[in-house]
């Protein structure tokens, strides 16, 4: 059964920082790529960043230069390093897979406002 525990979030001043991390079940993360995702409220989930499973990364064009995803492989975590908040990054954060597995977690809150 796979099993995706995100944590992290919180509410943060524009320009502030937050790490999320993502707890995966191991045979998920061992062998696909795993990437971060959102959902902002009346919008669609879009897929933010990825990390290859030998370490490579993507990046939504809207993050680009001011998030940075990482995997440990040895402990099945994935984190992603979001700096520069802007209020348009309000939205929930998900972990999942590359393409992405059928079931998701709870994902984590982030909210950036004044």
């Known amino acids: 059964q796979v099993q995706l525990v995100e944590s992290g979030g919180g509410l943060v001043q524009p320009g502030g920082s937050l790490r999320l991390s993502c707890a995966a079940s191991?045979?998920?993360?061992?062998?696909?790529?795993m990437a971060w995702y959102r959902q902002a409220p009346g919008k669609q989930r879009e897929l933010v960043a990825t990390?290859?499973?030998?370490?490579?990364?993507n990046y939504a064009d809207s993050v680009k230069g001011r998030f940075i995803i990482s995997r440990d492989n040895a402990r099945a975590t994935v984190a992603l390093q979001m700096n520069s908040l802007k209020p348009e990054d309000t939205a929930v954060y998900y972990c999942?897979?590359?393409?992405?597995?059928?079931?998701w977690g709870q994902g984590t809150q982030v909210t950036v406002a004044s």
């Open positions: 999942n897979s590359d393409p992405s597995y059928p079931s």
């Open positions: 191991g045979n998920l993360f061992q062998f696909n790529a």
């Open positions: 990390i290859a499973t030998r370490g490579s990364t």
